[in-house]
């Protein structure tokens, strides 16, 4: 079992910056993927980043060029990095992780990143 906890969301103005942490309860060096995922009201949950070990990170074409994610398998955290952002980029951001076949997952609580001036 994996326990995640989000950090860092909050109130942002259009084209400002903010950075999210995600802190996991155990180990990450045996975790296969770690993940952001965003879910704004009324919308499917959608992919923000995804950040396999051992290979390249992955975005979502709307966050491409504006965010960066990574992992710290040694704090046993993970990041993401917001620049740039938009009122559409308002949702609850989730932390996940998991194994390659998707036959582990855990996710976070999420924290709330709201964009509007």
């Known amino acids: 079992q994996v326990q995640l906890m989000e950090s860092g969301g909050g109130l942002a103005l259009p084209g400002k910056s903010l950075r999210l942490s995600c802190e996991a309860s155990?180990?990450?060096?045996?975790?296969?993927?770690m993940a952001w995922y965003r879910q704004a009201p009324g919308k499917e949950r959608e992919l923000v980043a995804r950040?396999?070990?051992?290979?390249?990170?992955t975005y979502g074409k709307t966050v491409q060029g504006r965010f960066a994610a990574s992992r710290d398998n040694i704090k046993n955290t993970a990041s993401l990095q917001m620049t740039r952002l938009t009122p559409e980029d308002s949702a609850v951001y989730y932390c996940?992780?998991?194994?390659?076949?998707?036959?582990?997952?855990?996710w976070g609580r999420g924290t709330q990143v709201t964009v509007a001036s």
């Open positions: 950040i396999p070990t051992g290979g390249p990170t």
């Open positions: 155990t180990s990450l060096e045996a975790i296969n993927v």
């Open positions: 996940y992780a998991g194994d390659f076949w998707g036959r582990q997952a855990f």
